[in-house]
C-alpha cells in the first residue's frame, strides 16, 4: 500500500470503525461476521438465562400450587390425553433442523449449490412446522382460560412465564426462518458463487455466511433444550 493510500485512511479513533468494517480476519483468521455472531450469541444467552432463572425463582418461591406441565400440555389423541405429546414433536422437529442446517453447511463449503439450498429449505420448513406448532399450542391454552395475569391450572404467574419465555423463543425462531428463505434464495441464484455483495454490507457474500446463519439457528435449537427441560419435565 502506497503512502498516498495511507494518508487518504481514517486517523485516530474513527480508523478502529473503518479497520474492523474492512478486516475480516480482525480475530486471528476468525471471519468479521462469525466473531460477530458469537458476541450476538452470548448477548442472547445472558437474556435466555435471565428469563429461565426469573422462571424458578418465581416457581419456587409461589405459595400457590405449580400447574403440572404433563396435564397442562397433554394432547388428546384418539380420545386419551398424552402427555406432552405435542412438546416432544415440537423438540424433534427443531432438533431435527439442526442436522439438516449442519448438512446445509457442509454442502456450502463444498460449493454444492443444489444440495445446499435444498437442506436450507428443509431447515426453514423446520423451524415453520414449529413456530406453527407453537401458535397451536398458545391457542390451545388461550382457549382453556390462560392469560399472562391469571391460570385456572394453578399459579397465576405461570401464563406470564409461558408467554414470556416461549413468546421471545418463537421470535428467534421466527426470524431465523425469515433468513433461511433469503439464504436459500441467495444460494440458488448463486451470490455466494458470484461473491455478489449482500443487502445490508459492502463485503462480498461466500459460504461461510451459510455457516454464520448455521450457529444463530443451532443456538436456537440449544435455548429450546433449556426450555424444554426447564418450564416442561421439571
Known amino acids: 500500500m502506497d503512502q498516498s493510500t495511507l494518508d487518504k485512511l481514517p486517523k485516530g479513533f474513527k480508523s478502529i470503525g473503518s479497520d ?86 457442509k454442502y456450502g463449503y463444498e460449493k454444492n449449490k443444489k444440495m445446499c439450498g435444498w437442506f436450507i429449505v428443509f431447515t426453514a420448513l423446520g423451524g415453520l412446522t414449529f413456530v406453527g406448532m407453537q401458535a397451536f399450542e398458545w391457542s390451545k391454552l388461550i382457549h382453556e382460560g390462560v392469560r399472562p395475569w391469571e391460570n385456572p391450572f394453578g399459579a397465576p404467574q405461570f401464563g406470564s412465564f409461558f408467554f414470556m419465555i416461549t413468546g421471545f423463543h418463537g421470535t428467534h425462531v421466527s426470524i431465523g426462518v425469515i433468513f433461511l428463505f433469503i439464504f436459500a434464495r441467495k444460494v440458488f441464484r448463486g451470490d455466494f458463487d458470484k461473491g455478489k455483495r449482500g443487502y445490508f454490507t459492502t463485503m462480498k457474500s461466500d459460504y461461510v455466511a451459510i455457516e454464520i446463519l448455521g450457529l444463530y439457528w443451532h443456538f436456537v435449537d440449544l435455548v429450546w433444550v433449556f426450555i424444554f427441560a426447564f418450564f416442561y419435565l421439571w
Open 20 to 105: 474492523f468494517g474492512t478486516d475480516q480476519t480482525a480475530f486471528k483468521g476468525v471471519q468479521w461476521g462469525k466473531a460477530m455472531m458469537w458476541i450476538f450469541l452470548l448477548s442472547d444467552t445472558f437474556i435466555f438465562s435471565c428469563f429461565l432463572i426469573s422462571y424458578m425463582k418465581g416457581r419456587a418461591s409461589t405459595v400457590v400450587e405449580w400447574p403440572n406441565p404433563s396435564e397442562v400440555f397433554a394432547l388428546d389423541f384418539m380420545g386419551v390425553p398424552v402427555p406432552l405429546l405435542l412438546i416432544a414433536i415440537m423438540t424433534f422437529v427443531l432438533i431435527t433442523s439442526s442436522g439438516t442446517m449442519a448438512l446445509a453447511v
